[in-house]
Structures are given as structure tokens and as C-alpha cells.
């Protein structure tokens, strides 16, 4: 690093600096340097935690509008040294079935998620089994916050969500009235604030949008017929 660069650290002029620079300095001292995201004020991870769990509150008040449900929130297993958290365990009594709903204010890693959501699903009985559940069938349903970014990212990797997660919003939300057989499903969700009112849930398919390029929408891949 150059002596005029030192300085202008030195003399608190950090944004005239790469971060690099910066990095670099600091590591001649010994001195790590983090930097830390905020928003408005707020740390970035204290606020993805905020709307996660307020969309864990609104689905949550959803489940307690359909009568048969029992619902229990972040349920950690250990099985075979595989560990995790599922946000979400439903119990459906009456038809013994058993759901597990991934809660995701924003999608990153798709190969993660799935991986995730499939580790989950697979470990979901020996969860239940210590609630006294003994399930004749498990399901999973993703609910992603609705916004562009999330939209883009769906529509990116709309491919291998769909091999994945075949059903849709309006599919799970039959489903969820009256559980029979199984079900693998993604569905987007109003996006709810800390502190406000649960939003409705609209069964909104997350894969049905047209696409203006080709001609053709996400969900079925069909032409479109002129009106």
C-alpha cells in the first residue's frame, strides 16, 4: 500500500478506499475487518429474521382458519447425525397427514433449498414420531414471499422447481381443506410485516405466468389461443 493511501485511511477517509485496500491495511495490524449490511437503520439479518417470522405468524393464522390442523413451529431433528430445523410440522389427525412447509422470504440457492426441503421431508416421520404422530403420508410445501426478485428466481429455475415441486397454490390449498395422499407444492404468499395484521392467503400458482417472449406460460408450456 502506498504511503498517500495509508494516510487517507489513517485520517478516516475510508470512502475514498477500496475495500480491498482496506482489507489489506487491516491485515498488517492483525485486524480483521466485517463488513455489516444495514437497511433503514437496521442490521440486514435482524431484519430477514423480522419478515421471516412474519411470515411464519400469517401462514400460522392462516392454519388456525381451517379447523383440523394442528401445528407445531420450529421442530428440530437429529437422525443419523443428519440435523435441522423444520419451520413448519403439520399434523392433520382426522387423515393422519403429516406437512412440511418451508418458509422462504427470499430464494438464494435453489440446489440448497431443494436439498434442504428433501432432507426434511425424508427425516419428517422420525419428528413426528416423537409428538406421538405417526403419519400415513408426508407431504411439503414451500411458501415464498410474493415479490419480483423472488418471481425472477422462480421463473430462472422455473424447470427444476416444477420437477420438484409439481402442485401449485391453488392445488395445496384445496389440499390443505381436506389432506388426501400426498403432495409436493410451492406457492407464493403476501408479504406480511412484523406487527401488522396476517395477511389472506391467495392461492396463487407461483409457475403461471406468461411468459412475452415466447408465447407461452410457465406452468403448462401450452401456446396460447388467440382471444
Known amino acids: ?40 437503520g437496521g442490521e440486514l439479518d435482524r431484519l430477514l429474521s423480522a419478515r421471516h417470522a412474519a411470515l ?17 413451529p420450529e421442530v428440530s431433528f437429529s437422525v443419523y447425525g443428519e440435523r435441522g430445523v423444520i419451520d413448519m410440522l403439520g399434523w392433520h389427525a382426522a387423515t393422519r ?11 438464494v440457492d435453489v440446489n440448497e433449498l431443494l436439498g434442504t426441503l428433501d432432507r426434511k421431508r425424508r427425516l419428517a416421520r422420525s419428528a413426528a414420531a416423537e409428538l406421538g404422530w405417526e403419519p400415513s403420508s408426508v407431504s ?13 428466481r422462480i421463473a430462472a429455475h422455473r424447470t427444476m422447481l416444477r420437477n420438484a415441486l409439481p402442485d ?12 388426501a395422499g400426498g403432495i409436493a407444492a410451492m ?6 410485516n412484523a406487527g401488522a395484521p396476517a395477511a389472506s392467503f391467495r392461492a ?8 412475452a417472449v415466447t408465447g407461452r ?5 401450452r401456446e396460447r389461443r388467440p382471444r
Open 97 to 107: 397427514a403429516l406437512l412440511v412447509a418451508e418458509l422462504k422470504t427470499e430464494i
Open 1 to 40: 500500500m502506498s504511503v498517500p493511501l495509508v494516510s487517507r485511511l489513517e485520517h478516516g477517509h475510508v470512502e475514498s478506499l477500496t475495500v480491498r485496500s482496506v482489507r489489506a491495511i487491516a491485515a498488517a495490524l492483525e485486524i480483521r475487518v466485517d463488513l455489516v449490511a444495514r437497511w433503514r
Open 56 to 72: 411464519h405468524e400469517s401462514v400460522a393464522q392462516h392454519f388456525a382458519t381451517l379447523g383440523g390442523w394442528t401445528v407445531r
Open 204 to 211: 396463487e400458482p407461483a409457475y403461471a405466468r406468461k411468459e
Open 217 to 221: 406460460t410457465l406452468a403448462t408450456g
Open 187 to 192: 406457492s407464493m404468499w403476501p408479504a406480511a
Open 140 to 152: 411439503t410445501w414451500l411458501v415464498v414471499t410474493e415479490d419480483r426478485t423472488n418471481r425472477r
Open 168 to 179: 401449485d397454490g391453488r392445488a395445496v390449498g384445496r389440499w390443505l381443506r381436506m389432506p
